[in-house]
């Protein structure tokens, strides 16, 4: 459990530092380091307030908090279908005239690709109950 909390700390940072300096992106280019910005304040505000989010989370899980530990059942499905339609659409994108049937064919080879590591994540995340106490005391 500590290492979930560390990390929804460290990627909550990383975010909210991200939205103050409205900084996206940093890699090595020709002349030296490349700095990719946020196109408008809508997204700067965004990634700050899901760094917040995951600042709080990380806070609720760890105070063991039964809500945090059904959010967390809910949206590692959710993260999963966001995950293989994103990816098919995305890798759907770059090519100039995509078919209908190839699409479906890369997001079905996604799915029963990442199905096993979605189950195994969801099932490890359901045995973990036991260390999360009621809200109110029960």
Request: proline share 4%.
């Amino acid at each position: 459990m500590k290492h979930l909390v560390r990390s929804l700390l460290i990627l909550g940072a990383f975010a909210l530092v991200s939205s103050l300096t409205g900084i996206t992106s940093i890699r090595s280019g020709h002349p030296g380091l490349l700095f990719s910005k946020y196109p408008n304040l809508l997204e700067r505000g965004g990634a700050g307030v899901f760094g917040a989010l995951l600042v709080l989370f990380a806070l609720w899980v760890r105070r063991g908090n039964i809500l945090a530990w059904k959010a967390v059942a809910v949206l590692l499905p959710v993260a999963w279908v966001v995950f293989v339609i994103g990816s098919t659409l995305s890798v759907a994108s770059v090519y100039s005239n995509p078919s209908t049937r190839d699409t479906l064919l890369f997001g079905g080879m996604v799915t029963i690709l990442s199905c096993p590591v979605m189950i195994y994540w969801e099932r490890r995340w359901l045995r973990q109950k036991d260390q999360f106490q009621d809200a109110r005391g029960e």
